[in-house]
């Protein structure tokens, strides 16, 4: 049985990664930290108690990225084959406020994982989320050639981290990938990032909870795919003989104007009439035009996205419905359960554990 540890496991990529791993038949083991309220509601249904009896393949672990010395007792004790460190500070708009500890968690956070598993001289492959952040104003379509332009403390941090990935893979001989991708979303999205701020509100204004979206630049495009699609990618980097870095993305770019229309339309409604600027959501610097060239992914990883752009909105719409007891009208579903076979648990579980 392999082992895999994942930091960032309560998170969106974190909980699909652990369900994709723990249906292969890995043992899971998951870094999280310490809070007085709960915040494992991604993996609650992957969770078993140890006391009620039968084989436990998932384990978490309290800790810190900003404690090397918590991080490399982990890894040592644990013995991990595979090491995905999702875990970040990772709102870009945050990181203007918050640049000192963005710096720390997202940057300086790889270098004490990287160097707990250099120290401790297990061989474990280690993938690194890098961000579609870190090409900033470069043109479209980017891939693993286009050079890097960060626009934020988010995206300067991930830079970072991807250079001490490469340099610990070229320096060292560890197994160390960097997967960059693109923006990816799903219900399990934080309420905080922009897609999921509309999906809510979309039904927030349909259960009449809700009058006005107050939102920022309109213009930005992004290549937005679905979660559950890049974390199979993340996978198959670290199935491969040799490392190397990948571009991950849909090759397919639209506008925060465009979510607003998919999503409104979806259920009836006219965005315009909902939607006030608010200049406090604007970035000091924005990354204007994303969009994901993903041909060596295609090809060397065999990976293909199932979802695009019109069925992501629609699952997330259809969930976020759900969420509040109103009726969907079910074509996210579809498509999901076209594609992937399932309407993932965990969403059929969120009207319930939410309402």
Do not use: C
């Amino acid at each position: 049985m392999k082992k895999a540890f994942i930091t960032g496991i309560t998170g969106q990529d974190g909980s699909y990664l652990a369900e994709l791993l723990l249906s292969k038949g890995y043992e899971v083991h998951g870094l999280i930290r310490r809070a007085s309220t709960f915040n494992t509601k991604r993996i609650d249904h992957l969770y078993r108690d140890p006391h009620n009896g039968g084989q436990v393949q998932l384990h978490l672990h309290y800790g810190d990225l900003a404690n090397a010395g918590t991080v490399g007792d982990l890894i040592y004790n644990i013995r991990p084959d595979e090491v995905y460190h999702l875990a970040a500070q990772s709102h870009v708009r945050v990181s203007f406020d918050l640049p000192e500890y963005t710096g720390d968690i997202t940057g300086l956070g790889v270098v004490r994982i990287l160097e707990a598993i250099r120290r401790s001289g297990i061989p474990a492959r280690f993938y690194q989320a890098s961000s579609s952040e870190m090409f900033g104003s470069t043109k479209p379509p980017q891939n693993e050639a286009t050079p890097f332009a960060p626009q934020s403390p988010y995206a300067a941090a991930k830079v970072y981290a991807y250079w001490l990935t490469r340099n610990y893979r070229q320096g060292y001989s560890l197994y160390a990938s960097n997967g960059i991708l693109f923006n990816h979303e799903s219900p399990r999205r934080g309420e905080t990032f922009v897609t999921r701020k509309i999906t809510r509100a979309v039904a927030a204004i349909k259960a009449g909870k809700q009058n006005t979206l107050y939102m920022g630049n309109l213009d930005a495009r992004r290549d937005w795919g679905y979660a559950p699609d890049y974390a199979a990618a993340m996978w198959k980097m670290l199935q491969l003989d040799h490392a190397e870095d990948f571009v991950i993305g849909t090759g397919e770019s639209h506008s925060v104007r465009e979510f607003l229309d998919e999503a409104f339309l979806y259920v009836g409604l006219d965005w315009q009439e909902y939607v006030k600027i608010d200049p406090r959501y604007f970035r000091p610097t924005e990354v204007d035009y994303l969009m994901a060239d993903a041909s060596k992914a295609r090809t060397t990883l065999e990976w293909e996205p199932r979802i695009y752009f019109r069925d992501l909105v629609r699952i997330m719409v259809d969930a976020d419905l759900e969420v509040l007891g109103l009726e969907a009208p079910g074509e996210g579903r579809k498509a999901l359960e076209k594609q992937h076979g399932k309407w993932h648990r965990w969403e059929d579980q969120i009207a319930s554990m939410e309402r």
